[in-house]
């Protein structure tokens, strides 16, 4: 095991943010061939899955779009700043009232969510209505990637909502 392994199994948000930072690598398995997004997964700390999820994402437009922003300055923990409070309501609403069951889902292939960064998402179970929760998640981590790319998020979910098919919403 790797020491993000570790951390993720024991649950320790600070020292998996630290090492998502310092570029842990995040595709090595364990033992039982779990990567550090499964075990975070299968220990169920949401925070560290959702932390890893934004960190993947992160280094990925890094390397293929040339964004980059100071690891001084980025965090992988979960947005409180009253800067993005409305556009957090926005997404709530849209995962808790108006998305379908198996929407969230493609507007994450939209957005290049890997099905290993999906299926973390819903190892989570919340009971039958489990999709708004991880809509919720998903939207929010994906917040944060377009925050990070000074992208404007409204046009985001409207081009999407437009793809899915869902132009009333959009509208």
């Not at 993720?8 to 550090?36: F, H, I, R, Y």
């Not at 409204?154 to 132009?167: P, S």
Request: one cysteine or more; charged letters at 25%.
């Amino acid at each position: 095991q790797t020491p993000i392994h570790l951390a993720s199994e024991n649950g320790l948000n600070d020292v998996c943010e630290m090492l998502l930072k310092a570029g842990a690598k995040m595709d090595v398995a364990d033992k039982q061939g779990k990567n550090p997004l499964g075990v975070a997964a299968r220990g169920e700390h949401i925070a560290i899955v959702d932390m890893m999820i934004k960190a993947e994402r992160y280094y990925e437009m890094r390397k293929f779009s040339g964004t980059y922003v100071s690891e001084d300055s980025v965090s992988f923990r979960q947005d409180r700043s009253s800067e993005t409070q409305h556009i957090r309501n926005i997404c709530f609403k849209l995962a808790t009232k108006y998305l379908k069951s198996n929407e969230w889902k493609r507007l994450a292939r939209i957005w290049k969510f890997s099905e290993g960064h999906i299926k973390a998402i819903e190892h989570q179970y919340a009971g039958t209505n489990s999709y708004r929760e991880h809509g919720y998640r998903m939207l929010l981590i994906w917040l944060h990637g377009e925050c990070i790319a000074r992208n404007n998020p409204i046009k985001g979910i409207y081009e999407a909502l437009l793809t899915i098919d869902r132009r009333k919403l959009a509208g």
